[in-house]
């Protein structure tokens, strides 16, 4: 028999250490703020972030509510590592009903008010209820106050911030919506960190923020975090930093979006909403490396980044033209550019800019731009309708104007702020056929015909067409070796064979990774970062002894419960579907021509290994395997299949009535 | 050997260097200050790490002309 880590004895065994498993509960109908001791075996069972969120929202049975109505519950929760010093430990989860898409909801986001959040002794927040007035909270270590918020309204979120910094002090940390969020657009995100702009961007949570009456949140903490193994923790550190800094060095340098070309080149862009297979000299013209030559004034980086891949620029054009203001990611110099076939890079940077002060999606707003786009190519929707806008491809003024009127919901942007699908419904015909959505959220610009086993991933992705719940095509161009976990079988780029079982151990452990608070550019560190060190971690962050077993196994536990709660709005097989462009058309020219993800082999495949029913549901074996009932007695139960004890998901009482062309 | 006042350190995190003479004025820490006389709850200016992160930072071979 092993002796058990000297450590681990020392501490009496298992006495968790760093996380205090204490939040907030805040009641913004009652005024009230309640401190909850949660059980500490929740961060060994699901690790944090939307683990332990996932885990709250199921027992309160949040999948039966309307999402803007105050009965849903938007909850702010740290990873296990957020605010240690883990390199790249800076991620929170924000987490609800999403409005946009009806199901489980959920954004992460870097930057430095997960470790602030951390300082005050608490691992998150959960707002419930209404606010009868605009409001903000105020959490200062363990006190939290309910503020008034009438002189922010309509405020964008940078000088949100920065109001709001003046008022408490520069080493507040504040989290705010701007007036897409107030408004209850569907794309809203919440923005953190003013100017250097970090975003809980995606499923709008930023519309349920806005919903509850709460414009902002401030914070800061100034406790110590206490560390079961300190000495050792920073030695690891020490030894991992430099390989992860080796193998990050474009990203240092030109940011996310210094990697555009070789996506292009990879056939993995997304060209005129989808429908192009290459566009070689567009690249070359918006990227990070043309940033970098021309609106670059600075670098960033989150708490405890040795990668730093934020950049700091200075707006070229628009209506705040020569201000600071946060640079384009990847994502968002595809959906400004190429998927709107837009070459003027000063463009993406201003619309990139429109988004983050209005609180918006930046890959929801640029993805329905390109659906409204081809719409209006196709006559479906006419000048008269966009209020006299010319939308074709390419045209700069429009994309920043279309962007505004979303950002403020006004005009033919409150159209299209309700997001692809819903717009598309009510279009109907060839506008649902160019809609490209799995579950009402829009794609993320990496497309599944260039990697197929992100075909799998994005279908089955729990909060839509995310990228980084699998971020397999990482994992397919050899970025992340998958020998670290486990995986050694052949398989080629456009192929099926083996694409499902690539699919769902990558989202077994970016689930864990997004638990912990990890960012994802982690695991550029191969080797050095893998889900072993990370388990090694755990030991020296808590003291609890864990394993690289048991890692992984919280990932599938934790994608499984949210696949439960999705089950209880009545998500199967049926909707775990690609959309037309993506799963019927492959493309004509590039690295992708000709390929089409066999979805029907890949889904079988997909849910034999999952365990699910050939329909799609989390089996009751399966459930016992997960550890809820065990450890816990949970009332956790896979009867996610029976058709459903909630109203259609999409049913969902908008506040206002919406546009109808 | 180098007095502390001309004594740099390295966050092993990010890379920021503190150097003695330049201090971390927007912290309200003014040059000169020693690292080693740096409060306890200091944190690197760039990532928000703790002191116990940063190490000597060792000069390079002095090239000469």
Known sequence: MSKPPPAAKQEGGRRMRCISAKVFDIDLTKGSIQEKQLPKEYWQLHLGGSGVAARLLYDEGTYAVDPLGPENILVFMNGLFTGTPVPCGCKMAVCAKSPLTGIWGEATVGGYFGAELRKTGYEGFLVRGKAQRPSYLLIENGQVSIREAEDLLGLDTYKTSELLKDRHGE?????????????????????????????????????????????????????????FDRPGLVQSIQETVPVIKANTKGLTDFGTAGGVMAVEANGDLSIRNWSLGSWTEGAAKTNGQKIAETVFVSHYGCFACPIRCGKNVRVPVGPFKGQLAHGPEYETTDGFGANLLNEDLDVIVAANDLCNRYGLDTISTSGVIGWAMECYENGLITKEETGGIEITWGNGEAILKLTELIGKREGFGEFLGQGVKRAAEKLGGLAVEFAVHTKGLEYAFHDPRAFTSMAANYATANRGACHLEGLTYFAEQGAFPLSLVDFEKEFTRHGHENKAEIAVIMQNFMEAMNN???????????????????????????????????????????????????????????????????????????AAKGSIPSMGKILW?????????????????NCGSWGFRKALGSSITPEGGERNDVPVAHEIRLHRVWLCL | ???????????????????PQVGDPKAGILPPMPFSDLPEDWICPECGVGKDLFTLLTPGPRVTD
């Open chain 1, 171 to 227: 080493k507040y940390e504040v989290a705010a919506i701007g007036p897409s969020g107030e408004k209850l657009v569907l794309l809203a995100g919440i923005m953190f960190g003013g100017s250097e702009t970090r975003a809980a961007g995606r499923t709008g949570l930023g519309a349920v923020m806005g919903s509850k009456n709460l414009k902002a949140v401030v914070i800061r903490g100034t406790n110590p975090v206490d560390l």
């Open chain 1, 516 to 590: 912990l608070g990890l960012c994802k550019f982690l695991i550029r560190g191969k080797d050095s970062t893998s889900p072993a060190i990370f388990a090694q971690w755990i030991h020296q962050v808590t003291g609890i002894p864990y394993s690289k077993a048991e890692l992984m196994k919280a990932g599938e536990r934790n994608f499984n419960l949210k696949r439960l709660f999705n089950g209880k709005i009545g998500i199967t097989r049926k909707d775990d579907a690609l959309p037309p462009r993506l799963g019927v058309h492959d493309k004509e020219s590039g």
């Open chain 1, 605 to 621: 495949d997909y849910y034999r290994i999952r365990g699910w029913t050939p329909e799609g549901i989390p089996g009751k074996k």
């Open chain 2, 1 to 19: 050997m180098m007095s502390p006042l001309h004594t740099k350190y390295v966050c092993t995190v990010c890379g920021y260097v503190y150097d």
